[in-house]
């Protein structure tokens, strides 16, 4: 099935820094699309970025464009989520997903989702 | 593309059928998911390409639609579909969701 598991979220003050992580089990993670998603409070679901499999493609959300940086370690099974000069408007939980071409390039396996909170 | 959804909520009584409909700004073919969240939890896929219902969930669930006019309807809704319902395109992107239906209990 998958599991996917985020980690490193926390506190920071505006124009501060923080690096995600999501780990990944119980699939071949080396062969998918992963994503990132986040959820202000209260708020809908946003799309914030992807990468290709090989890492060689990323895209991002034009609001984080230049602010935050996607990357994998396929040898780790794991997605990373570079992110600086925060915002407030950053403050969300952060969602990896597992994007799968099979199912129309749905998002089939979601982690549990890790807290950003931007706050001086 | 822009993604709408209606209603943005609804209240509904168990055994009753619902239907949310979403609309794309431009022609999405049939790249349409649904999405079911509780709060709290990270949402779940019920529906992908349109129509078709990810394994384990319930038959209740189904879409239709291609293009830019979709829907999702419960056939008989149980206690445990009272949750947030987000449409969203994987055809490009952005892969934009749409802003959600609540649906509450009546």
């Known amino acids: 099935e998958g599991l996917l598991v985020e980690s490193g979220g926390g506190l920071v003050q505006p124009g501060g820094s923080l690096r995600l992580s999501c780990a990944a089990s119980?699939?071949?993670?080396?062969?998918?699309?992963i994503n990132w998603v986040r959820q202000a409070p209260g708020k809908g679901l946003e799309w914030v970025s992807a990468?290709?499999?090989?890492?060689?493609?990323?895209y991002y959300l034009d609001s984080v464009k230049g602010r935050f940086t996607v990357s994998r370690d396929n040898s780790k099974n794991t997605l990373y989520l570079q992110m600086n000069s925060l915002r407030a408007e950053d403050a969300a939980i952060y969602y990896c997903?597992?994007?799968?071409?099979?199912?129309?390039?749905?998002?089939?396996?979601w982690g549990q989702g890790t807290m950003v909170s931007v706050s001086s | 593309i822009q993604m709408t959804q209606s209603p943005s909520s609804l209240s509904a009584s168990v055994g009753d059928r619902v239907i949310i409909t979403c609309r794309s700004s431009?022609?999405?073919?049939?790249?349409l998911n649904w999405y079911q969240q509780k709060p709290g939890k990270a949402p779940q896929l019920l529906i992908y390409?349109?129509?078709s219902l990810q394994s384990g969930v319930p038959s209740r669930f189904s879409g239709r639609g291609s293009g830019t006019d979709f829907t999702l309807t419960i056939s008989g809704l149980q206690p445990e579909d009272f949750a947030t319902y987000y449409c969203?395109?994987?055809?490009?992107?952005?892969?934009?969701f749409g802003p959600g239906t609540r649906v509450e209990i009546k």
């Open positions: 997903t597992k994007e799968d071409g099979v199912l129309h390039l749905a998002s089939d396996i």
């Open positions: 119980g699939f071949t993670f080396s062969t998918y699309v």
């Open positions: 990468i290709s499999p090989t890492g060689k493609g990323t």
């Open positions: 431009q022609n999405i073919v049939n790249y």
């Open positions: 390409a349109a129509s």
């Open positions: 969203q395109e994987s055809y490009t992107t952005p892969r934009t």
